[in-house]
C-alpha cells in the first residue's frame, strides 16, 4: 500500500494514472482532495521467467517431475484461460508441449483446450493473441470449450454433499494427462482464481456452472474474494476436480505490469493453495478507514473489455466503502455489455428493482445463465452509489447497467467530495486484483 497525498507521492500536478482499455487515464485530483492509494505489495519481478518455468517443471509440489509425468501417456489436454484472463501463455505452452512430445505423447493427440465456461469462444487473431506463441497453434489442436454442447461432456454423477450435477469436457476428462494452466488472483465468488477453477467452470457443462452459481451460492457470506474456508463454491470446485481423477496445475501469478512474480507447478489442489500462500499476503491490504468516495477500475485490458467483467470491481473494495458512500469505477467495455442472457438479467434487474429480482433467485436451483453477475452487482447497490465511467456502451446499455453512468471522473470525484463533505478518498488503480480491507478494530468514518 502507497499513502499518497498531494504532496507526498502523487506527481506535480497532483493526478493519478488509471488503468483503461490498453492505456491509461490520467486523473487530477480536486486540490483539497486527501488521497489514499491502495497497491498490491512490491514483489520482486522473477530475473529469468523461463528459467523458473522449467525448474517448477523439474520440482513440483505434490508430483514428479513433468518429465517423468509424460512417460506412457498416450495423449495430454492443457487447459488455458480465455481471453480475459491476462495469462502468460506464450511463456509455458511450448516448453510443456515440448516436453510431452519428447516423452513420447504423439503431437496429434495433445490438445490445448480453452477453457471458456459459459464465456464466448476465441477464434482467429483473438486466439492467436491468447495463445501468444504461433509454434503452438501449427503443432497441436487448439480449440474452445463449449458448455451448452451436452454431448461434448461426460457425466460424473452429482457431488456428495450439496448435489451438483457434474458434467466435464470430454477432451479432458479422456486425456490420459490432464494439465490446467492458469492464473492466481483474487476472484469476488470462489476466493481465488486459477487451479481448479480452470477445471469447474472453465470446462464444465452448462448444468454444473447453473448449479453452483445459483444463488443458494451466491448469497453464502463466505462466498467472498480471498476466501477458501467454508467457501462453497470453492468446495464445490474441489469435489468436482476429486471426481476427475489425477490433475496437474501450473500456477502463475502477475504484479501490475503483467510480468511473473511467481509459479508453481505440480497437484491441482497442493500447486494452487502454494500459490494463494504466496500472494495473498501481497493481494489483502490493511487500510486504516472506510472511505465516503472509493475510486476504482476494471483493471484495464483484457478485464475491461465488457460490462459483464466491470462488476467484479465493484465488488472488490466492498469492505472499505462507507455506507452510502460514492463507488466510482472506470472500464473501457470496448467489447461492449456482455452476453445476451446477461442483458436479460439486468434488464430484469432494472425493470423490478435489487429487491424484487432477487427474490425472484432464491427459489432457484439452477441459475439462468449469467444472471450471477448481476446478482453481484446487488452488493455495491445495497452499500452505496456506483458510478461507472466508459466509452464503450450505447445508450440502451448504459440503461441497464443499473448504475450512473458519468462523463467524468474528476467531476464526479469532486462531487463526491462536496456532498459527503468529506476529503478522504481511496484509490485503487488495479481494481480487482487489490483486495482492501479495514484494519482490525477499525470503525466507520
Same mark, same amino acid.
Given at each position: 500500500m502507497t499513502d499518497e497525498t498531494p504532496t507526498g507521492g502523487l506527481p506535480a500536478d497532483g493526478s493519478i494514472s488509471l488503468p483503461f482499455g490498453r492505456s491509461h487515464l490520467r486523473i487530477a485530483l480536486p486540490e483539497r482532495a486527501e488521497p489514499l492509494v491502495i497497491r498490491k505489495a512490491v514483489l520482486p519481478k522473477l530475473p529469468d521467467p523461463r528459467a523458473a518455468l522449467q525448474d517448477a517443471f523439474d520440482h513440483p509440489i505434490g508430483a514428479t517431475p513433468l518429465r517423468e509425468l509424460v512417460q506412457g501417456r498416450g495423449s495430454a489436454c492443457i487447459l488455458i484461460c480465455d481471453i480475459t484472463?491476462?495469462?502468460?501463455?506464450?511463456?509455458?505452452?511450448?516448453?510443456?508441449?515440448?516436453?510431452?512430445?519428447?516423452?513420447?505423447?504423439?503431437?496429434?493427440?495433445?490438445? *490445448?483446450? *480453452?477453457?471458456t465456461g459459459l464465456h464466448r469462444p476465441n477464434e482467429g487473431e483473438e486466439l492467436r493473441e491468447l495463445v501468444g506463441d504461433p509454434w503452438v497453434l501449427d503443432t497441436v489442436t487448439v480449440v474452445n470449450h463449449f458448455a451448452r454442447n451436452e454431448a461434448d461432456h461426460i457425466d460424473l454423477g452429482p457431488t456428495p454433499v450439496r448435489?451438483?450435477?457434474?458434467?466435464?469436457?470430454?477432451?479432458?476428462? $479422456?486425456?490420459?494427462?490432464?494439465?490446467?494452466?492458469?492464473?492466481?488472483?483474487?476472484?469476488?465468488?470462489?476466493?481465488?482464481?486459477?487451479?481448479?477453477?480452470?477445471?469447474?467452470?472453465?470446462?464444465?457443462?452448462?448444468?454444473?456452472i447453473r448449479t453452483f452459481h445459483s444463488a443458494r451460492f451466491m448469497e453464502d457470506p463466505l462466498?467472498?474474494?480471498?476466501?477458501?474456508?467454508?467457501?462453497?463454491?470453492? $468446495? !464445490?470446485?474441489? $469435489?468436482?476436480?476429486? &471426481?476427475?481423477?489425477?490433475?496437474?496445475?501450473?500456477?502463475?501469478? #502477475?504484479? =501490475? $505490469?503483467?510480468?511473473?512474480?511467481?509459479?508453481?507447478?505440480? !497437484?491441482?489442489?497442493?500447486s494452487h493453495l502454494a500459490a494463494v500462500d504466496f500472494i495473498a499476503s501481497a493481494t489483502r491490504v490493511e487500510v486504516p478507514q472506510r472511505f465516503k468516495t472509493v475510486v476504482t477500475t476494471s483493471a484495464g485490458y483484457p478485464l475491461d473489455k465488457t460490462y459483464y467483467q466491470?462488476? &467484479?470491481?465493484?465488488?472488490?473494495?466492498?469492505?472499505? #466503502? =462507507?455506507?452510502?458512500?460514492?463507488?466510482?469505477?472506470?472500464? +473501457?467495455?470496448?467489447? %461492449?455489455?456482455?452476453?445476451?442472457?446477461?442483458?436479460?438479467?439486468?434488464?430484469? #434487474?432494472? @425493470?423490478?428493482?435489487?429487491?424484487?429480482?432477487?427474490?425472484?433467485?432464491?427459489? &432457484?436451483?439452477?441459475? +439462468?445463465?449469467?444472471?450471477?453477475?448481476?446478482?453481484?452487482?446487488?452488493?455495491?447497490?445495497?452499500?452505496?452509489?456506483? &458510478?461507472?465511467?466508459?466509452?464503450?456502451?450505447?445508450?440502451? @446499455?448504459?440503461?441497464?447497467?443499473?448504475? !450512473?453512468?458519468?462523463?467524468?471522473? @474528476?467531476?464526479?470525484?469532486?462531487?463526491?467530495?462536496?456532498?459527503?463533505?468529506?476529503?478522504?478518498?481511496?484509490?485503487?488503480? =488495479? %481494481?480487482?486484483? *487489490?483486495?482492501?480491507?479495514?484494519?482490525?478494530?477499525?470503525?466507520?468514518?
Open positions: 484472463r491476462p495469462v502468460p501463455n506464450g511463456l509455458f505452452l511450448r516448453p510443456m508441449i515440448e516436453t510431452m512430445i519428447a516423452g513420447g505423447i504423439d503431437p496429434a493427440r495433445i490438445t *490445448v483446450l *480453452v477453457a448435489g451438483t450435477p457434474v458434467s466435464i469436457d470430454r477432451r479432458f476428462v $479422456e486425456a490420459d494427462l490432464r494439465i490446467a494452466t492458469g492464473l492466481v488472483e483474487p476472484h469476488f465468488m470462489a476466493g481465488w482464481s486459477g487451479g481448479r477453477k480452470v477445471v469447474a467452470p472453465g470446462v464444465a457443462g452448462h448444468a454444473t462466498a467472498v474474494q480471498c476466501n477458501l474456508v467454508g467457501n462453497p463454491l470453492h $468446495e !464445490e470446485q474441489l $469435489e468436482i476436480v476429486r &471426481k476427475v481423477g489425477e490433475i496437474y496445475a501450473l500456477n502463475t501469478v #502477475l504484479d =501490475e $505490469e503483467r510480468d511473473l512474480v511467481h509459479v508453481t507447478f505440480g !497437484e491441482i489442489i497442493a466491470t462488476i &467484479k470491481g465493484m465488488v472488490t473494495p466492498l469492505d472499505i #466503502l =462507507e455506507p452510502g458512500g460514492t463507488l466510482i469505477i472506470a472500464s +473501457e467495455c470496448s467489447e %461492449g455489455f456482455g452476453s445476451e442472457e446477461f442483458r436479460d438479467a439486468q434488464r430484469r #434487474l432494472v @425493470e423490478l428493482g435489487p429487491q424484487r429480482f432477487l427474490a425472484t433467485l432464491t427459489a &432457484k436451483t439452477l441459475a +439462468e445463465i449469467d444472471e450471477w453477475q448481476t446478482e453481484m452487482q446487488l452488493k455495491p447497490m445495497r452499500i452505496g452509489t456506483v &458510478k461507472l465511467y466508459t466509452t464503450g456502451l450505447d445508450g440502451e @446499455e448504459r440503461r441497464i447497467t443499473g448504475v !450512473e453512468v458519468i462523463d467524468s471522473i @474528476e467531476q464526479a470525484i469532486a462531487d463526491s467530495i462536496h456532498r459527503h463533505r468529506d476529503p478522504r478518498i481511496a484509490i485503487i488503480p =488495479e %481494481g480487482p486484483y *487489490v483486495v482492501p480491507v479495514r484494519a482490525a478494530g477499525v470503525a466507520r468514518a
